[in-house]
């Protein structure tokens, strides 16, 4: 039994840089960034955060010089290379949120991995350059991501 959770403590992966945009007043939705490194070949298999009615993963893709987005899907990880997450690239849709995300105030995101289970990380709003709320169109890369906003956007 020791040696099961030793391994599986060994096992967990590490999650850097992780930040999440802080949002203007109203906002329903933002984005969280991240770099992920497993010791062992793992998966990134969903995302939650009490902030928020849904967290799922997503990535920019570029074809024909036109940006569009895909997923939600599992993540893998290769054994001891940090996989990225950033604007422009794969990154978390934080969506339906419950309260703005303000500056200074870090966010809790758990993420669930196929091997590793469950890791609770704290993102922080607002880290470095990114102190001040942008606007969907400047935080979000190149990517449109209307298809979003729905009623998670509209004035209740």
């Given at each position: 039994m020791i040696a099961l959770l030793l391994s599986a403590a060994l096992a967990a992966p590490?999650?850097?840089?992780?930040?999440i945009r802080p949002t203007f007043a109203g906002s329903r939705m933002t984005a969280a960034y991240m770099s992920v490194?497993?010791?062992v070949a793992d998966k990134l298999v969903s995302a939650s955060c009490d902030c928020a009615a849904?967290?799922?993963?997503?990535?920019?893709v570029v074809e024909n010089g036109v940006a569009r987005m895909t997923g939600p899907a599992p993540v893998d990880l290769p054994a001891g290379k940090a996989v990225v997450f950033a604007p422009g690239g794969r990154h978390l849709m934080v969506m339906g949120l419950k309260a703005p995300i303000v500056a200074g105030k870090p966010v809790r995101i758990t993420l669930r991995f196929e091997k590793a289970g469950a890791v609770t990380t704290a993102f922080s709003a607002?880290?470095?350059?990114?102190?001040?709320?942008?606007?969907?169109?400047?935080?979000m890369g190149d990517m449109d991501h209307m298809g979003h906003m729905g009623a998670m956007d509209r004035p209740h």
């Open positions: 590490t999650i850097t840089n992780a930040q490194t497993s010791p849904s967290v799922e993963m997503h990535q920019t607002g880290a470095g350059s990114d102190a001040k709320p942008s606007p969907m169109s400047d935080h």
